[in-house]
């Protein structure tokens, strides 16, 4: 008996959540996209961020992200070339998830904090 083909983003199963985590469920990833919804755009804004990533783990994000449409790039500066980073529509629909998961924290992890604006 043949395996089902998963989907090209799905690594493990066809589950959406198992799919969905393939693309975003490490520490950091989520963590970028938050950075981004409070107006961050550039390489040093991100790490900037009080959770201090790696610059390596943060080029690896940000290629990944790029790669599933999740955020887009354009060029601020030429030399040497610099680049603002934005969420797509693809990306933006994330917002929900976030909120839900700042409304969770909150109620359920005493002392946590939004960083970004419900």
């Not at 985590?21 to 804004?45: A, M, N, P, Q």
């Not at 990533?53 to 060029?75: F, G, M, Q, Y």
């Amino acid at each position: 008996m043949s395996k089902p083909s998963l989907p090209h983003s799905c690594k493990r199963s066809p589950c959406p959540i198992a799919c969905t985590l393939d693309i975003l469920g490490d520490k950091w990833t989520l963590l970028v996209i938050r950075d981004l919804f409070v107006g961050k755009k550039t390489y040093g804004e991100f790490q900037a961020s009080p959770e201090g990533i790696p610059s390596n783990i943060l080029a690896d994000r940000l290629k990944r992200l790029l790669e599933h449409e999740i955020v887009e790039k354009t060029p601020y500066q030429q030399r040497p070339v610099r680049y603002a980073y934005t969420l797509t529509p693809k990306g933006r629909a994330l917002g929900n998830v976030l909120k839900a998961m700042v409304q969770w924290g909150e109620a359920h992890i005493p002392g946590s904090q939004a960083l970004m604006k419900r």
